[in-house]
């Protein structure tokens, strides 16, 4: 079982910066890929980025592609989400997910483990 838990949210006016962070439990945090999604008010949860379990692949969303970058630290189960140029519609709720091994997945029902989430709120 991994337990996920995000932090770094919060308010940010337009063309400022985030940096999400996602914790696990567990030892086997490097077998698992990892990914971010969020939740705008009224919409669905939407894929943000993800990284391979082997520190190999990394995809995007054309949505943030060149102003997010997503990586990880195995030594400390952790995963980052860097965020530049933040723009009022990016406000959302932000989750981390993980998925064990296997092709880097993008949907969300390939993921098998949820953080809480983290409340991102950009302000024009």
């Known amino acids: 079982q991994v337990q996920l838990v995000e932090s770094g949210g919060g308010l940010v006016q337009a063309g400022g910066s985030l940096r999400l962070s996602c914790a696990a439990s567990?030892?086997?945090?490097?077998?698992?890929?990892m990914g971010w999604f969020r939740q705008a008010p009224g919409k669905e949860r939407e894929f943000v980025a993800a990284?391979?379990?082997?520190?190999?692949?990394?995809y995007y969303a054309d949505s943030v592609k060149g102003r997010f970058t997503i990586s990880r630290n195995n030594a400390k189960n952790t995963v980052y989400l860097q965020m530049n140029s933040l723009k009022p519609e990016d406000t959302a709720d932000y989750y981390c997910?993980?998925?064990?091994?296997?092709?880097?997945?993008?949907?969300?029902?390939?993921?098998?483990?949820w953080g809480q989430g983290t409340q991102v709120t950009v302000s024009s």
């Open positions: 567990g030892r086997t945090f490097s077998s698992y890929n």
């Open positions: 990284s391979a379990w082997n520190g190999g692949s990394k």
């Open positions: 997910a993980a998925a064990y091994r296997g092709t880097l997945p993008r949907l969300e029902r390939q993921y098998e483990h």
